[in-house]
């Protein structure tokens, strides 16, 4: 009868852990964002990036009628999603008409996520991509 409720119990603990895994590892907000009147995607431009070194996002934000949102007033930062180590700002540079480049530098190893919200018109959209630094 004990040994029945061991079982039980575990099986309960691994439930919870598979779901904690699946909502970890999912970012809080996707790499684009499409809505009736503007399209902003997030892509990382290093294939892979090392800790206390530059790494770079590409941001690409136009609207849907195909012209680039220039001077576009947004901020990108990255943070560890399972740490309380900060939240680090990237300096953002526009290097063509809606395309954006952000710089920052993750301070340590491990888990990190890149997210960038814009505030235009009358509303925020928001892109993130997890990464991980070597
Ligand atoms: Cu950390």
């Known amino acids: 009868m004990k040994a029945r409720w061991i079982i039980l119990l575990l099986f309960g603990f691994m439930l919870l852990f598979i779901l904690f895994r699946l909502v970890e590892d999912h970012p809080s907000a996707e790499a684009l964002y499409i809505d009736d009147q503007i399209r902003m995607q ?7 990036a090392v800790s206390m070194q530059e790494t770079t996002f590409e941001l690409q934000i136009d609207e849907l009628s ?31 008409p809606g395309v954006y480049h952000a710089t920052v530098v993750p301070v340590m190893r491990g888990k990190w996520q890149a997210e960038a919200e814009l505030q235009w018109k009358e509303r925020y959209v928001k892109v993130s991509t997890v990464f991980k630094v070597h």
Not at 42 to 48: A, G, L, R
């Open 42 to 48: 997030i892509t990382p431009v290093d294939s892979s």
């Open 66 to 96: 195909g012209i680039p949102v220039t001077g576009a007033d947004f901020d990108l930062n990255i943070t560890m999603p399972d740490m309380f180590c900060g939240v680090f700002p990237a300096s953002i540079e526009e290097i063509q």
